[in-house]
């Protein structure tokens, strides 16, 4: 069967997922445990992930990025989250929210600025979620004042996924005289500091903390788009970024199916490898099948993002693909540790981890009852998009 370049088989998408795969099999896997006991990102592996193109995906060769597409950003964070969930949301929020928001919204200036330094050696983090800010995405308190030529921001965010490995934000602050607004801002500027680490259940290899500004001085060569089309400029990065939970919730569960499978072949109960039992084969071929149709999902709404068909279809896509990856990734995780019993109760394997990474893919990025309140909106009209 012939494949088009932005099909996951096509051969340039085979090699590109072999090479993510064997990295994240050799580089990443073995530091995993302690990433999640540290809640850290292992410093000897930043590096590594630039210099393999993991961070650059889509960054176009010019600005020194690996000039990939959008189907191999999304096989990355697959690939990556069947090892280590984790460190595959710090891949996406890296790639997906603030290095393609830049891409794809930023003034040509700006992408000379900030594009070669997110390819090569500086890490992108997300600021928007706020304390009454999460699912109502634009409550804002964070204000940007005007102040002589630039703005001062001050407020505080929340749940920032990356914070504490980060070197830029992208930040969301609400004008004083004006709508939501999107500035670049380094993490090393004036009145910025990184508050409480959080401690969350799971993917914890994010490194995820609340972020301060107080009276931050920003340029207006540091806002991105018009004074006010924050909102545009987020919900655009938000689209792509539900396809990109969805790519970690269908690794996430595809490396929990192969960890239960494996198990299930060499663990003997009662004279027989468990693996011969009815009842360990449906539930492992049952997450099987669902993980099928995710995946399928997952790579028909890459399709629609890719060619840039009807923007209301394609929120509706995005939508149903997060909110099915999520739910086939919870079952998955939750059947890996059954069958592993006793042992996958235990943080001797991965397979808890992958259950406690798992919840979050229900929560972050739009929760399920915000996705179907959009699916419902795109489908039978009832005026709500989210």
């Known amino acids: 069967?012939?494949?088009?370049?932005?099909?996951?088989?096509?051969?340039?998408?085979?090699?590109?997922?072999?090479?993510?795969?064997?990295?994240?099999?050799?580089?990443?896997?073995?530091?995993?445990?302690?990433?999640?006991?540290t809640a850290t990102l292992d410093p000897t592996l930043r590096q590594r992930l630039f210099s393999s193109g993991l961070m650059s995906v889509e960054i176009p060769r010019g600005y020194g990025g690996a000039g990939g597409t959008l189907c191999q950003l999304i096989l990355t964070i697959e690939e990556v989250a069947r090892v280590d969930p984790g460190v595959a949301v710090g891949i996406h929020v890296h790639n997906v929210l603030v290095a393609g928001t830049l891409l794809r919204h930023a003034s040509g200036d700006q992408r000379r600025q900030y594009l070669p330094q997110l390819a090569t050696s500086r890490i992108g983090a997300f600021a928007l979620s706020e304390e009454q800010a999460g699912s109502d995405a634009f409550a804002l308190a964070t204000t940007a004042r005007h102040e002589g030529t630039g703005y001062l921001l001050t407020g505080r965010k929340r749940w920032t996924s990356n914070a504490r490995n980060a070197d830029l934000l992208l930040a969301?602050?609400?004008?004083?005289?004006?709508?939501?607004?999107?500035?670049?801002?380094?993490?090393?500027?004036?009145?910025?500091?990184?508050?409480?680490?959080?401690?969350?259940?799971?993917?914890?290899?994010?490194?995820?903390?609340?972020?301060?500004?107080?009276?931050?001085?920003?340029?207006?060569?540091?806002?991105?788009?018009?004074?006010?089309?924050?909102?545009t400029v987020a919900m655009a990065g938000l689209d792509l970024?539900?396809?990109?939970?969805?790519?970690?919730?269908?690794?996430?569960?595809?490396?929990?199916?192969?960890?239960?499978?494996?198990?299930?072949?060499?663990?003997?109960?009662?004279?027989?490898?468990?693996?011969?039992?009815?009842?360990?084969?449906?539930?492992?071929?049952?997450?099987?099948?669902?993980?099928?149709?995710?995946?399928?999902?997952?790579?028909?709404?890459?399709?629609?993002?890719?060619?840039?068909?009807?923007?209301?279809e394609l929120m509706r896509l995005t939508a149903m693909a997060k909110y099915v990856a999520s739910e086939v990734a919870e079952r998955a995780a939750s059947?890996?540790?059954?069958?592993?019993?006793?042992?996958?109760?235990?943080?001797?394997?991965p397979v808890e981890r992958f259950y406690r990474d798992a919840k979050a893919g229900k929560i972050y990025e739009g929760t399920s009852n915000v996705l179907l309140r959009t699916i419902a909106s795109t489908l039978i009209g009832t005026g709500r998009h989210d």
């Open 241 to 312: 970024g539900r396809l990109g939970i969805a790519a970690q919730m269908v690794g996430l569960a595809q490396g929990a199916l192969e960890a239960a499978v494996g198990y299930s072949r060499h663990r003997e109960q009662f004279g027989s490898r468990i693996a011969d039992y009815q009842g360990v084969q449906f539930p492992l071929a049952a997450a099987a099948a669902h993980l099928a149709a995710a995946r399928a999902l997952l790579y028909q709404a890459v399709d629609l993002c890719t060619r840039g068909t009807d923007p209301v």
């Open 172 to 231: 969301f602050a609400l004008l004083d005289d004006g709508g939501p607004t999107a500035f670049v801002v380094p993490v090393d500027a004036p009145g910025v500091s990184l508050d409480h680490r959080v401690e969350q259940l799971g993917v914890r290899a994010a490194a995820t903390s609340d972020v301060v500004f107080d009276r931050t001085p920003v340029r207006t060569a540091q806002r991105v788009g018009p004074p006010g089309g924050g909102q």
């Open 1 to 37: 069967m012939t494949t088009t370049p932005d099909h996951p088989d096509h051969p340039d998408n085979r090699k590109w997922r072999e090479h993510v795969r064997r990295f994240a099999e050799q580089e990443i896997a073995p530091l995993s445990a302690t990433m999640d006991k």
């Open 335 to 349: 059947v890996a540790v059954e069958t592993l019993g006793g042992n996958g109760y235990t943080d001797a394997y």
